[in-house]
T-cell receptor, first 115, second 111 residues
Framework: DTGVSQDPRHKITKRGQNVTFRCDPISEHNRLYWYRQTLGQGPEFLTYFQNEAQLEKSRLLSDRFSAERPKGSFSTLEIQRTEQGDSAMYLC?????????????FGQGTRLTVV | QQQVKQSPQSLIVQKGGISIINCAYENTAFDYFPWYQQFPGKGPALLIAIRPDVSEKKEGRFTISFNKSAKQFSLHIMDSQPGDSATYFCAARGGNTPLVFGKGTRLSVIA
């Protein structure tokens, strides 16, 4: 499977715990995006990387959230001291770095439930 | 401030009918307008996309109509089938900025 891969698919955690999600983008896609989607809403942008550089962060990304893409390949999203409001689907997407045809391909997402 | 406004929230269409979903945007810097289809428990999948240099794009049963002056674009699904039942999202971006999404339309196609 050469699509965007996310792990785990589901995560249940207790409030206050830290969680980390992983995203493996499509090979050779320079850009990698993290989005958050709550029930009945569209995906909301969190942050994105071009290669290993984090280029933009949304105001939604509080200081409890951190994302890395250390070698410009896979990325991790960590949430510290989770809160119930963090419960959502966390989506990763990747796209090539071209002026045209910069389609973003999404993974299946990681569904986080904070209890 | 919502950058892309999508309507309706939900839509019920008879099998064989036409499904129409509308989106409006404000940012004139947007130059790429995709539609995504999402099934429960899955990530969004790109369905069809358009750039503002054309007013219409058709791929099979799916057509995007684009009105640059009105800053609106719509998705038409012809001959709607039960398998089309899903949530549809319009999105937009300018240059290489991240996509911004509408809130989605839940489509139900009934036999």
């Amino acid at each position: 499977d050469t699509g965007v891969s996310q792990d785990p698919r589901h995560k249940i955690t207790k409030r206050g715990q830290n969680v980390t999600f992983r995203c493996d983008p499509i090979s050779e896609h320079n850009r990698l995006y993290w989005y958050r989607q709550t029930l009945g809403q569209g995906p909301e942008f969190l942050t994105y990387f071009q290669n290993e550089a984090q280029l933009e962060k949304s105001r939604l990304l509080s200081d409890r959230f951190s994302a890395e893409r250390p070698k410009g390949s896979f990325s991790t999203l960590e949430i510290q001291r989770t809160e119930q409001g963090d419960s959502a689907m966390y989506l990763c997407a990747s796209s090539p770095d071209r002026k045209q045809n910069t389609e973003a391909f999404f993974g299946q997402g990681t569904r986080l439930t904070v209890v | 401030q919502q950058q892309v406004k999508q309507s309706p929230q939900s839509l019920i269409v008879q099998k064989g009918g036409i499904s129409i979903i509308n989106c409006a945007y404000e940012n004139t810097a947007f130059d790429y307008f995709p539609w995504y289809q999402q099934f429960p428990g899955k990530g969004p999948a790109l369905l069809i996309a358009i750039r503002p240099d054309v007013s219409e794009k058709k791929e099979g049963r799916f057509t995007i109509s684009f009105n640059k002056s009105a800053k609106q674009f719509s998705l038409h699904i012809m001959d709607s089938q039960p398998g089309d039942s899903a949530t549809y999202f319009c999105a937009a971006r300018g240059g290489n900025t991240p996509l911004v999404f509408g809130k989605g339309t839940r489509l139900s196609v009934i036999a």
